[in-house]
């Protein structure tokens, strides 16, 4: 992040911030009470480049407990919409109470448990709708692929989710949407 201008206030439970640039803009809460949590209330969040080496998981489980909400979520330059985060961890594992997206031709929301350190894994119950699947697909990165067609799938925890489901275009064909990626 480069040139950013921040507002900040500390209280006694915790401290605020106001946040304004290029990549972010609008506030943030810390409260330290129940091992802390941090509450984000942007209008516009560009996620910055990848940054070189992993986070060690015991560093994750020393973050606060998130709840994040993004009017206009960008991602590897990538437009996503709206994007919500409400995680916790317990231990060295994040439950993830509520992961969202939505833009005008698809959402996108999943709950679950995603697991760090040796044995990493992640369940996920996912819920995903799209009035535009070509759309959706061109904003995870794979253009082309399909044009138009609506697309709806309820993927319970516990299950592997295998790249398959099916798509209806406008004229009723079925397009089978297999090996995707995502």
Do not use: C
């Not at 500390?10 to 129940?34: K, V």
């Not at 509450?39 to 910055?48: C, D, M, T």
């Not at 919500?84 to 594992?93: F, L, N, S, T, Y």
Request: cysteine-free; glycine content about 14%; charged content about 20%.
């Amino acid at each position: 992040l480069s040139d950013i201008v921040v507002s900040a206030a500390t209280q006694a439970e915790g401290w605020s911030a106001n946040l304004r640039s290029g990549h972010i803009n609008g506030d943030l809460y810390y409260r330290a009470a129940g091992g802390g949590r941090l509450v984000a209330r942007l209008s516009r969040f560009v996620s910055p480049p990848d940054s070189p080496g992993e986070r060690a998981a015991q560093e994750l489980a020393s973050l606060p407990a998130l709840d994040l909400i993004a009017d206009s979520f960008s991602l590897r330059g990538k437009e996503f919409g709206s994007m919500q985060i409400v995680a916790r961890h317990e231990g060295a594992d994040w439950v993830l109470e509520r992961v969202a997206m939505r833009n005008l031709d698809s959402s996108l929301i999943a709950s679950g448990l995603w697991r760090t350190g040796a044995g990493a894994t992640t369940s996920l119950t996912v819920d995903v709708e799209a009035t535009d699947v070509g759309r959706m697909l061109e904003r995870f990165g794979q253009p082309g692929l399909v044009q138009g067609a609506q697309f709806a799938h309820h993927q319970p925890a516990g299950r592997q989710f295998q790249g398959r489901g099916g798509a209806h275009q406008a004229g009723g064909e079925q397009v089978a949407l297999a090996g995707l990626g995502i």
